[in-house]
């Protein structure tokens, strides 16, 4: 008989996958886990965005006061922070925050980045008008505007993945 090898941490067998040297948070799905990671892409990009018109309001003599756009940044972190909560429980499973999400940032909030350009267009406006690159200041917006879109259009295509919809529904069945 041969004496056994003790196991260590080290050693053990994972149960479960892990994800950046951490076990996988929930047991969630690469969809639910992409789709969580993709939000909070969004959110950071729609913060970019908030700094980058802030700056330039600040910057431009005929711009908004200083408080307004200290309310505008504050009302932006306040719908950000609970745009976060809302990924936090489509982590958790939550098919209620996969709703929210969806209605939310996934159709009003790209809606709301879509709309005037696409009326623009529409109207005729031509494409250099609407989407200006006339400094690094319009072209970092563009760049950050387009992430932000994409992540929005890719985080609803993961959420709504059989993968994520079975997770959430056996969340709900093991409540």
């Known amino acids: 008989m041969t004496a ?3 196991t260590t941490a080290a050693t053990a067998p994972r149960t479960r996958p892990a994800v950046f040297g ?10 639910v886990r992409a789709a969580f990671l ?5 959110l950071a990009m729609g913060c970019a965005e908030t700094a980058l018109g802030a700056a330039g309001e600040l ?3 005929g711009g908004m006061p200083g408080t307004a756009v200290a309310l505008v ?3 932006r972190l ?17 098919g209620w925050a996969r709703a929210a999400l969806a ?5 009003v909030g790209l809606l709301s980045m879509v709309y005037e350009p696409v009326g623009e267009l529409a109207a005729g ?3 250099a008008e609407v989407f200006p690159t006339d400094g690094p200041s319009a072209i970092a917006f563009l760049v950050v505007r387009g992430v932000h879109v994409a992540a929005v259009l890719t985080a609803v295509v993961a959420m709504f993945l059989p993968t994520a919809g079975a997770y959430i529904r056996d969340v709900r069945t093991t409540r």
């Open 59 to 61: 910057a431009s003599p």
């Open 38 to 42: 993709l939000w909070w892409t969004a």
């Open 4 to 6: 056994a090898t003790p």
């Open 125 to 127: 406006v031509p494409l």
């Open 103 to 107: 209605v939310l940032l996934g159709v």
């Open 73 to 75: 940044v504050a009302a």
């Open 22 to 31: 951490r076990p996988r948070p929930h047991g969630a799905p690469t969809a």
């Open 78 to 94: 306040a719908v950000t922070a609970a745009m976060g909560a809302l990924a936090f429980a489509l982590l958790a499973g939550r």
